[in-house]
């Protein structure tokens, strides 16, 4: 959101105009105006007016990783060997160069990063993080953590 007070702004039809579309991006605008109870003209103004005041970023397609041979999902925990805002800078760079990292989270903690990554088995991954990972800029130490069970992934935001 572009300001703070664009939540306090945001009345029951507009919440709800997330609300389904968190639910279903596919949804037509005609359809999302009966779900929402308004005319398809004041549907389409208002999810206008949600993406331009930036409460809704994108809508895009969830790909189900299977699908894709990418099955297997890992998190990287990340330490460089300085914490400067140009050893920061150089990684971040570097990382989002990356097709292979879905999410690459600046921490607290015991790690500076914690990337999110798909691949196809733990061999791909090792070829990857033997081959690329290590050798990003000012990386120190990783550890890594294969996920056995995805409980909740990308979970809609409730407000």
Known sequence: MKESSTLHSLDRTD??????LQE???LSNADL???????PATCHRRTQRLFDEGVI???RAIVNPEQVD???LVIVGVVLDRSTPQSFAEFEDAVRRLNFVLD????AGDFDYFLKIRVKDMADFNR?????LIALPGVRQTRTFFVMKEVTDNAPLSF
């Open 24 to 26: 279903d991006g596919r």
């Open 33 to 39: 105006a009966e779900r929402v109870n308004v005319s």
């Open 15 to 20: 919440r709800k105009i997330v609300k389904f």
């Open 70 to 72: 990418r099955a297997a």
């Open 104 to 107: 690459c989270h600046l921490v």
């Open 57 to 59: 970023g994108s809508v």
């Open 128 to 132: 990857l993080h033997g081959e690329k």
